[in-house]
């Protein structure tokens, strides 16, 4: 009678284990064509309105305005999710560390005081129409209209951009490099922000969070520079 043989145990080898670089599973173009048409329909649909209503109104315009923001990105994500990559995952919804989310804060703060000096140097060569009156009649007409605009304007607002702009435009665009995927998708953020001062400063704060998601792959810690970003301008609108 002869043994029986005992067959080797396979150990894993570096070929077996998943790598380091192996490429996640990202949005591309039909993401991108989906979430950015949705959203620029819901916005034209929300600046229609706000043109027909009353100046009177402008403090309830704006909590509205930054409230349907928020809403529009979320829409247009759910859109691009159910395109084909029904994992949320994959649009940036990962855990992150700590010290991602205190660097996002800080860069929230740093943005802002950058964007007096962008604003600075703006206005020492041309004049234009306050587009941000709106949001100052809301900041600075009471507590209770303080607190609609900072929930719906410094959470709702950034929530709604980063997901659409970070979370599907620069996911897919990352894949062919950081001047795309950082640069390329501030831009786009700006152009979509209308010809103003506040184009510079959206394309500004575009690149601070898209190096920040293209570092970390996590919405959070860009999340944390526009939550900062919009809050303290908001808390200085409601100074003036």
Do not use: C
Request: proline residues 3%.
């Amino acid at each position: 009678m002869t043994a029986t043989s005992v067959p080797k145990r396979r150990t894993n080898t570096a070929q077996d284990l998943p790598s380091a670089t192996e490429t996640r599973i990202q949005p591309g173009w039909p993401e991108i064509a989906v979430a950015l048409i949705i959203y620029l329909i819901l916005i034209a649909a929300l600046g229609l309105w706000m043109v027909q209503t009353s100046d009177e109104q402008a403090a309830l315009r704006g909590i509205i305005g930054m409230a349907a923001n928020g809403v529009a990105g979320a829409i247009a994500l759910l859109a691009a999710y159910a395109l084909r990559i029904r994992d949320f995952s994959a649009f940036g919804f990962r855990a992150t560390e700590r010290k991602w989310l205190l660097a996002g804060a800080a860069l929230g703060v740093f943005a802002f005081g950058l964007s007096f000096i962008i604003e600075g140097i703006y206005f020492q060569f041309i004049t234009e129409v306050n587009t941000q009156v709106d949001f100052q009649a809301a900041a600075s007409g009471g507590a209770l209209s303080l607190l609609a605009i900072l929930v719906t304007g410094a959470f709702f607002t950034p929530f709604g951009e980063e997901v659409v702009f970070r979370g599907v435009i620069a996911n897919a665009l990352n894949r062919y490099g950081m001047w795309a995927g950082v640069v390329g998708s501030a831009a786009i953020f700006a152009l979509v922000h209308g010809p103003s001062v506040i184009l510079l400063d959206a394309f500004m704060a575009g690149i601070l969070t898209g190096m920040l998601f293209r570092k970390t792959g996590s919405l959070w810690p860009s999340l944390a520079v526009h939550v900062v970003y919009n809050g303290l301008h908001l808390l200085y609108y409601s100074t003036l």
